[in-house]
């Protein structure tokens, strides 16, 4: 008989976009890790009430290492791994030294999660240049040691702008299903549900030049306009302004009730940061609809 409820635990949480997203999905938070402060707090004001079993059950962990080190006896049973690990070590914004780099060392927090609780899926997300790094031998490596552990190994560059988002934010996500290394079950990412995204004038209902906002960024606060590093800055209204919390969360697909606590130390600039930390949230939602699929399809309880 098949599970009715999927369940996932979210790893390098941030500020829950992959909560939301296999949320909506209709799957079910366990258990979560997030180290930064300022983000477990708008992390909890928003999924304290929605998955109150992490915190019934101590399960919103500080750090990953902190499950690792007792081999994950720590995790309830759980169907789905999620993680956007740490982008610092593989972006082109950074000094990109990969694998070796202390932060690039946290995917291997993941592969000792995977090996010690043998999930039947995961779904993890980085910057595109993960690909390049080293000449391409850091995702190699990343591909070979989930191979190792009998896991598949998909993966694609998607834009927000084919899924209803008027962002041009890319990121690579990497999909993968127990003891199919071989990649028997096929995971078409061209078969997600595509969506038009409207024109930043068309999505608010209001002015706004240009059609479509650069990917976010966590820094460029205050560039001057065209600026490579600037992401807040757009002309709305014919008035150039900085845009506001509740215009970048809608961009990123969070709903409109999403709330970033003041009274917890969240002011407005550490709102976009955060923000900028996140994944888009209808990307995620798509893939975790494919994943759902294909877990009710090929794979059972026990």
Not at 14 to 30: D, P, R, S, T
Not at 54 to 63: E, P, R, V
Not at 205 to 223: C, E, I, L, N
């Amino acid at each position: 008989m098949k599970k009715n409820k999927l369940t996932f635990i979210d790893l390098f949480a941030g500020i829950g976009g992959f909560h939301l997203a296999l949320g909506k999905a209709g799957m079910e938070c366990v258990a979560a890790c997030e180290i930064d402060k300022k983000a477990r707090n708008t992390y909890e004001a928003n999924f304290r009430k929605i998955s109150p079993g992490i915190w019934d059950k101590n399960q919103f962990w500080f750090d990953i290492k902190d499950i690792t080190m007792t081999k994950s006896a720590v995790l309830p049973k759980y169907d789905i791994l999620t993680g956007g690990f740490p982008c610092q070590p593989f972006s082109q914004a950074g000094k990109m030294t990969g694998i070796n780099h202390h932060d690039g060392t946290l995917f291997d927090e993941i592969r000792k999660i995977l090996e010690d609780t043998g999930p039947n899926a995961y779904i993890l997300e980085n910057v595109p240049n993960l690909m390049n790094i080293s000449n391409k031998q850091v995702f190699k490596q990343i591909a070979q040691k989930i191979h190792l552990l009998k896991y598949s190994f998909w993966f694609e560059k998607l834009s927000a702008l084919d899924f209803g988002l008027p962002t041009n934010r890319t990121r690579l996500y990497m999909v993968g299903f127990k003891n199919d290394p071989n990649n028997k079950i096929t995971f078409d990412f061209s078969q997600l549900k595509k969506h038009k995204t409207p024109k930043l004038s068309e999505f608010f209902g209001y002015k706004w030049a240009p059609d479509y906002v650069k990917t976010f960024r966590t820094g460029g606060f205050d560039s001057p306009v065209g600026d490579r590093h600037n992401w807040t800055h757009y002309e709305i209204e014919k008035k150039m302004r900085e845009i506001t919390k509740d215009e970048a969360k809608k961009i990123m697909g969070f709903p409109d009730d999403f709330i970033f606590p003041k009274e917890k130390g969240i002011s407005d600039r550490i709102a976009l940061k955060q923000i900028g930390n996140s994944v888009a949230v209808n990307v995620v939602y798509e893939i975790g609809k494919e994943v759902k699929k294909t877990l009710n399809k090929y794979y059972t309880n026990g």
